[in-house]
């Protein structure tokens, strides 16, 4: 039997697609356990003492912002660490790391000590930023746009299922014990990492990688980087924005008595499944024709489909209009996680994924805040339409500044990835 290899470290096709597998099997596994929660957490606030109205809407605010606001201060601390020590390394420390916060927090007597515990679980997240790091550290580069638009299905499904699973075991098993169930998903994606991943991880060389050129060196020397992580930003801050506001949307839309939960969770899921239909095809158009593009008119159609969100008239048009979305959506993300792997050297990789977490997690931080505020005084259907010019903007920032880059580069005799030079050309 042949062994295809990848000539610049020697990875056999089998070994990077075995990882790739049990990677989204894991990513699958963890997200789903930590979307099981979502559905009741407020109603588990009032079960842990709090009973005014307003006082559970601030402090289901404040439980879900927490773990946001500590992910984004660590996830570059933890990138780094990678880097240095492995990423499998990282899986581990996330994975266990959050089974057992999530278990305490099914222990919790008062909401404070849950708000203390989401901040805690923020500090050790960061399981799909090393498992992106170690699957883009293992993948040939011509392949990463399919590899990580792949992986991302895995986190896209884990959304989409947990919530309808969770809704489902709370009324069965009630609130805590779906807390101790995510706890056990946690520890066996990471089981999962520990038996069936393997990193010949080489310490020295690392060591030797960071010496020559720190990561803020390579960050000044690489302003495509900031320009991703600006980028992936904007990204989820436009679409965090009108998030919280679509199950609201769904009843004002005249959504039936009983029905509007059931309604709005299609609503989540059509996206969902459309997105996870489009990442690994729109990934392997860019290993073909370009990330940059890819990820112009992804974002430029969703630009597109999210004004006429404003002006539906129906839960049914709505659907229609979040379907096609999910397919553009799909293209985002990984787009920038295949621009961010082109760019930096593999034994950086962690602390620049780490770094681009940040600046997701900080527009999944400050997006529902500004929706709330913006909702109150243009109403729901403004919201749509400030994420329409947002992502507008939003693509033309990225006209203006990553293709210019990408012109230099080529101008100074820097290759183009493979399928580029392949699309481009016409062959």
Request: net charge positive; charged share 10%; aromatic share 10%.
């Amino acid at each position: 039997m042949i062994s295809l290899l990848d000539g610049r470290r020697g990875i056999d096709v089998e070994t990077w697609k075995r990882h790739l597998y049990i990677l989204w099997i894991a990513t699958l596994i963890l997200m789903a356990g930590m979307s099981l929660i979502i559905p009741f957490l407020p109603l588990y606030i009032e079960e842990l003492g709090v009973t005014d109205v307003r006082q559970v809407e601030l402090w289901a605010g404040l439980v879900f912002a927490a773990n946001f606001l500590t992910a984004a201060i660590f996830s570059p601390i933890w990138g780094s660490l990678a880097d240095k020590y492995g990423r499998k390394v990282m899986l581990l420390r996330s994975g266990f790391g959050m089974a057992l916060v999530v278990a305490f927090m099914g222990l919790a007597t008062n909401v404070y000590q849950l708000l203390v515990l989401r901040l805690l679980m923020g500090t050790v997240a960061g399981f799909v930023a090393a498992a992106t790091a170690l699957l883009a550290y293992n993948v040939p580069k011509e392949h990463s746009g399919y590899a990580l638009g792949f992986l991302q299905t895995g986190v896209v499904a884990g959304t989409v299922i947990g919530p309808l699973v969770g809704g489902a075991l709370a009324e069965v098993i009630g609130f805590r014990q779906i807390f101790f169930v995510t706890a056990a998903m946690n520890a066996l994606a990471a089981l999962t990492v520990l038996i069936g991943v393997e990193e010949k991880f080489q310490r020295k060389e690392a060591t030797a990688a960071a010496a020559r050129e720190p990561l803020l060196s390579l960050l000044v020397r690489e302003k495509i980087l900031l320009a991703m992580f600006a980028v992936s930003f904007l990204i989820q801050f436009s679409l965090m924005i009108n998030q919280p506001m679509i199950t609201v949307f769904v009843s004002e839309l005249g959504g039936a008595a009983g029905r509007v939960s059931l309604m709005a969770g299609m609503v989540f899921a059509v996206t969902g499944i459309a997105n996870i239909v489009a990442s690994p095809r729109l990934g392997r158009i860019g290993d073909q024709c370009g990330y940059h593009r890819v990820l112009l008119w992804a974002m430029a159609a969703a630009a597109f489909l999210f004004l006429p969100q404003a002006y539906v008239e129906n839960v049914w048009q709505l659907l229609f209009f979040r379907f096609v979305l999910g397919f553009c959506l799909g293209g985002l993300i990984p787009a920038v996680n295949a621009i961010i792997n082109q760019a930096v050297p593999r034994e950086k990789q962690g602390g620049a994924f780490g770094l681009n977490s940040t600046a997701m997690f900080l527009g999944n931080l400050l997006g529902p805040i500004t929706g709330g505020l913006l909702a109150s005084s243009i109403g729901l259907r403004g919201v749509f339409q400030v994420t329409s010019v947002l992502l507008g903007l939003n693509a033309v920032i990225l006209y203006l500044t990553v293709y210019p880059m990408l012109k230099i580069k080529n101008a100074a005799g820097i290759p183009a990835p493979v399928g580029e030079r392949v699309c481009s050309t016409g062959h």
